[in-house]
C-alpha cells in the first residue's frame, strides 16, 4: 500500500514554454502533499506543501506564480512549472501523507520528474 | 535555524558494518527519517525513531538519542546494491521535515 505516481516521468521542453506534473496517491487518501525539487548531487529542497482544497504554502525563494500548485482532490496534485527556463531542469519529485497530526506522517515519495528545459 | 548535519561521502567494504552518523537541530522535533536514495530515483523510507533508542529492522538499524540531537543508521553485512545516498530527515513542530544533504555510500568489494 502507500503508493504515490507521477507523470510524465521525464519531459523535454523548450524554454518559454509550460509544463504540468502530475502527483496521485493510489491507494489512499492524501491529505497533505509535498513538492520537492533536487539538482544533482544535492539534497532535496522542498518547494511548497499543499493540503488539499486550499493554497498551497511555498518556501522562501520560490515563485509561486512561476511553480503553480494545484490539490483539487484527496488523491491528486499538480505542479505546473511555467515559461520553462534552463535553469529549472532538475528532478522534481512529490510525496504524500495521508496521517493524522499527532501521527508520525511517513512522506511516501513519487518516482520523480526529469525536467530538461533547451 | 534548523539544520541536519551528516557526512557527504563514506566508503565501506562489501559484507562489513558500516554506521551512518547524522546531528539535527530543529523547532521542536516529532522524530527522525532515513531515507535510501539511488541515483536518479526517488527517496524510499528506512526507518522512523522519536523515542531514544535503539529500532533494528534486518540488516538496517538506526539509534537515536534526543538529549544530544543525534542519530545514527547502522548497515550490516553490506551488499553492493545498498551503494546509495542516505538521507537523514529531522521532523519539526510542524510535521514539516527537515533534510540533511545526505551521505552518499560507496560500497567496494
Known amino acids: 500500500g502507500a503508493v504515490v505516481s507521477q507523470h510524465p516521468s521525464w519531459v523535454i521542453c523548450k524554454s518559454g514554454t509550460s509544463v504540468k506534473i502530475e502527483c496521485r496517491s493510489l491507494?489512499?487518501?492524501?491529505?497533505?502533499m509535498f513538492w520537492y525539487r533536487q539538482f544533482p548531487k544535492q539534497s532535496l529542497m522542498l518547494m511548497a506543501t499543499?493540503?488539499?482544497?486550499?493554497?498551497?504554502?511555498?518556501e522562501q525563494g520560490v515563485e509561486k506564480d512561476k511553480f503553480l500548485i494545484n490539490h483539487a482532490s484527496l488523491t491528486l496534485s499538480t505542479l505546473t512549472v511555467t515559461s520553462a527556463h534552463p535553469e529549472d531542469s532538475s528532478f522534481y519529485i512529490c510525496?504524500?501523507?495521508?496521517?493524522?497530526?499527532?501521527?508520525?506522517?511517513?512522506?511516501?515519495f513519487g518516482p520523480g520528474t526529469r525536467l530538461t528545459v533547451l | 535555524g534548523q539544520n541536519i548535519d551528516q557526512p557527504t561521502e563514506m566508503t565501506a567494504t562489501e559484507g562489513a558494518i558500516v554506521q551512518i552518523n547524522c546531528t539535527y537541530q530543529?523547532?521542536?522535533?516529532?522524530?527522525l527519517f532515513w531515507y535510501q536514495q539511488h541515483a536518479g530515483e526517488a527517496p524510499t523510507f528506512l526507518s522512523y525513531?522519536?523515542l531514544d533508542g535503539l529500532e533494528e529492522k534486518g540488516r538496517f538499524s538506526s539509534f537515536l538519542s534526543r538529549s544530544k540531537g543525534y542519530s545514527y543508521l547502522l548497515l550490516k553485512e553490506l551488499q553492493m546494491k545498498d551503494s546509495a545516498s542516505y538521507l537523514c530527515?529531522?521532523?519539526?513542530?510542524?510535521?514539516?521535515?527537515?533534510w540533511g544533504a545526505g551521505t552518499k555510500l560507496i560500497i567496494k568489494p
Open positions: 530543529t523547532s521542536g522535533f516529532n522524530g
Open positions: 530527515a529531522a521532523s519539526d513542530s510542524n510535521y514539516q521535515l527537515i
Open positions: 510525496s504524500a501523507t495521508g496521517g493524522v497530526a499527532g501521527d508520525y506522517n511517513e512522506q511516501f
Open positions: 525513531n522519536v
Open positions: 499543499s493540503n488539499e482544497g486550499s493554497k498551497a504554502t511555498y
Open positions: 491507494d489512499f487518501q492524501a491529505t497533505t
